[in-house]
């Protein structure tokens, strides 16, 4: 009996000991659980929230490239682009959207974001007061080193061209020849962009008339790309649609002409660039 105590003692102050800690958490563990938990959100709601920016960018590039094809598949019918609404009574469109608006006019359009696709960072600015405008019937020239609002001249030279002189459809009062034997370049800084997001890039774009052919270089963050171009100026300009994605919060935007007719590139009007998301 007396040997037997002090063991039911000691195991009572044992299962004492246990019951006790079993009870709740310390204060430190509490806190290192909390911490873990606010991690665990954070991870949750920062990949939550991509995946919604990434569908959204997407849902936006994919309707305006669905519009682009439209246009061109009705203009490839019927030798002019149409609104919106004769796109959809031709069956080249289920419906109307809700992301982008389409005008038409001079031979060419314009896809334009709406509601959650907005963000215009720029607009056409070859036309005044921004650019001076070219003499009724004629043109400026515009060589290296110089500027014509906010863009500038870099390489080789360019003209500010009367849409008048050619009779040209790219719409406004001026259109921008990058030449032909001197390559013309021309660039400007595009600010506003946010580093990772998606942007859509459209410009119309036709050759002297003078030319067969004529070829311009695009750069803009991850993009790099060279068109060719065969539709003159006196008749209706093309439209050129690029994504490209933004490396900084400023990136430089860049044409640069080239051609095998001396004196004759491409010829450029309606550059805009909007946001994806």
Known sequence: MKGSRPLARGRLIDMHSGSHRASGFTLVELLVVIAVLGVLAAIVVFSVSGITDKGQTSACAADSQT???AEE????QHGSYASEATLVSSGLLQGTSSLH??????GTYSVVSLGSCTAQVVGDDLEPPAVTAAPSGHWYTVGSGSSFGPWNVT??????????YWNASGGGVNDIDLNGSSYGTIQRSITGLTS?????L???????PGAATAGARVRIGNLDQTLTATNPATGSFQTATYTFTAGSSTETLS???SGPNGSCGVVLDNIAISSNS
């Open 255 to 257: 044409f640069a002409g």
């Open 196 to 200: 990772g997001s998606s942007y859509t």
């Open 202 to 208: 459209t410009f119309s774009y036709a050759i002297n």
């Open 67 to 69: 519009i682009h094809t």
């Open 101 to 106: 608006d389409v005008t038409t006019g001079g």
């Open 73 to 76: 598949a009705y203009n490839a």
């Open 155 to 164: 390489a080789g030279s360019i003209d500010v061209v009367s849409t008048a």
